[in-house]
């Protein structure tokens, strides 16, 4: 069980002392029941240290870099860094899925592309980063990959409520209108669109309703250039 890394390595800017450190960073609990392997060597430990790790750092980075914003803000920013959306984006820019060991089912059924899993392996990734490397190579994988163009994430984090804003603000009657459902019942993508006043201004997908929502207000505001 192994994987050539070098093209994920260069992706990440850091080169593994012990490449069985990426090994269990990608093998999904599916795999291990599959082939008897043990328990405690799929991502599930990782991806719970990763967890606890991203959350210090971008605390920290958020903390020094923003020294008059209060907590609340500081906690709602923080949540807009570390949702599952930009997680997931940034597992599929790094095509962390074809790094996966799943079982045969679970990858019929698209576990290598589903969000849930691809932000688990994203914070599993950081905790074998962490385990091979120490802190300070963590803090480096996370300012590089995912403390840029904050405000951008900001924006599709309160994409909803801004859109909100700017229907009532404008007295337009705001509505999300479910086009599709399709899948099965562990994988299901939904379609969905906004309209203004009934006008279709955009679509989104997602793997629950509510990220396809989310999505679809995120091009909305987009093409009515609402920051």
């Not at 509505?175 to 006008?199: A, C, F, I, M, T």
């Not at 955009?202 to 250039?225: D, I, M, P, W, Y």
Request: proline share 1%; glycine share 6%.
């Amino acid at each position: 069980m192994s994987n050539n890394y070098s093209e994920l390595e260069n992706l990440i800017g850091y080169k593994f002392n012990d490449k069985s450190n990426l090994d269990i960073a990608f093998t999904h609990k599916s795999y291990t029941n599959e082939n008897l392997v043990k328990k405690h060597e799929s991502y599930e430990r990782y991806e719970y240290l990763g967890d606890a790790i991203l959350e210090f750092l971008v605390s920290k980075y958020l903390f020094e870099t923003y020294p008059n914003m209060p907590e609340g803000e500081l906690t709602k920013l923080r949540a807009s860094i570390v949702c599952e959306f930009t997680l997931s984006k940034l597992s599929r820019d790094l095509n962390l899925g074809s790094y996966g060991f799943f079982s045969k089912g679970e990858r019929n059924t698209g576990g290598a592309n589903r969000d849930s899993i691809l932000c688990d392996m994203f914070e599993s990734l950081l905790g074998a980063i962490y385990l091979d490397g120490g802190l300070e190579q963590a803090d480096t994988f996370v300012k590089r990959l995912l403390l840029k163009d904050i405000e951008h994430k900001k924006l599709y984090y309160d994409s909803k409520s801004k859109l909100q804003e700017y229907s009532q603000k404008n007295n337009i009657v705001l509505q999300y209108n479910l086009l599709s459902e399709n899948g099965p019942e562990h994988n299901k993508e939904y379609r969905v669109n906004v309209s203004l006043d009934g006008n279709v201004i955009s679509e989104g997908k997602g793997h629950s309703k509510k990220t396809a929502e989310q999505n679809a207000a995120f091009e909305a505001l987009n093409k009515l250039n609402i920051k």
